[in-house]
């Protein structure tokens, strides 16, 4: 069909093209007036202040959903929505200080806004954009809610986890890493807190966060970490190993997988580093690749405490078998009772009445005192032996008794 009608083949392929080449649909890139009216509404609040802002943040400025992409700088609550040349502001929020290392994303057709640091406080909020009333608001959450919000932000399906996280000491006092991370399942708003097994992120406090397209990099002084996206991987080494060194989020944009970085000569000359490929830099180092686990067992959450609590359980055990076991009379030993022992030494199976009073010592007895005195002997043998002795009647004669011997054989 469409090779009869070449014209509609080829405005569905220049279509195809606009749409895959649109700045503002694919690519992380702002034109210039987009630029320069983002840039004129910040200035009005920040001052100088606005110029030092990098704008291209990636993913933790620039978000699709649907067919419409929004802006938000970071650290600020502004929102645009980036429509051919231009950037048409949406919200009527009123400057009140920044709100840095927020993670930014969309569930549900919302743009989401989750944690951030500023104004000297760490805040563990999560906001969606009301387009209609033009104004961010407060969603409520429950579960195990972290006490505060500053880490790298992953995104699988119905859940956003928080690694990384930090304990901001507000420029007060110095910055815990935190033990735990935290899943955020955002069909329930349910927050769930696994204990970090991971010794590398245990150690390492990053002060920088970076959202690409299929990477998110936690920077850290030394060493930072590195997530893949659609391997659920990630790669912890050394800056300079990496080649993340000169960078922070003062002097980076980034643009899909890429970062351009710029730095300052020893004449404050700005100076353009080599940009930086995150694909190249995974592919060189994805040797050092370990698989990301993000719903741990007990076990590799508590390696100590679980083989603590099985030492305790095994023990008990052996102890509960022990304390069983020497209920039971053994055949030989000083505590048991001479009678006892006596019945275990013969090697008879059974006794008439006449040889079981033999071998109690009371066939010299009479009537009802020799018949009180054996009752009284099988009881104390029957409590420190149980089933030793059990009496039943003579199939041959009724009226008599015969006494078998059930020894335990161990």
Partial sequence: MLNRHPHIAQILFT??????????????KLTQTQTTTIRNTITRYLGKE???????????AFLPIGKDTFYNIHGLRYVFQLKGDSAIRLDKSVYHGSNFYRYLFQYDGKMMSLGGYGQFVTNRNLEAFNPESHEWYLIQTKGDIPPSIKGSGLRFGDYVYVLNNCIDGNSVRETQVDDHFYRLDLKTMTWTAYREFREDHLLTDPHDFFYLQDYVIAKGLNYSFVYNLKTQAFIYHNNDALGLKQFNGYNTNINKNSLKIWVLDSAQTVVKDPQRDLDALWKEHQHLAKPLILDPSWLQQYPIETLVFTSLAVGMSILGLWLLKRKKWQHNGSTQ??????????TQESFTQEELDQLLGIAHMEGESKKTKRHRLLTVIDAQYPGLIERHKDSA?????????HRNEE
């Fill in 15 to 28: 279509a195809a093209i606009a749409l895959l080449t649109s700045t503002n649909s694919i690519a992380q």
């Fill in 50 to 60: 606005a110029n030092l802002r990098v704008l291209e943040n990636g993913k933790a």
């Fill in 337 to 346: 009772h001479p009678l006892v022992t006596k019945i275990l030494d013969s």
């Fill in 397 to 405: 004669d009724k009226r008599r008794f015969l006494y078998f011997v």
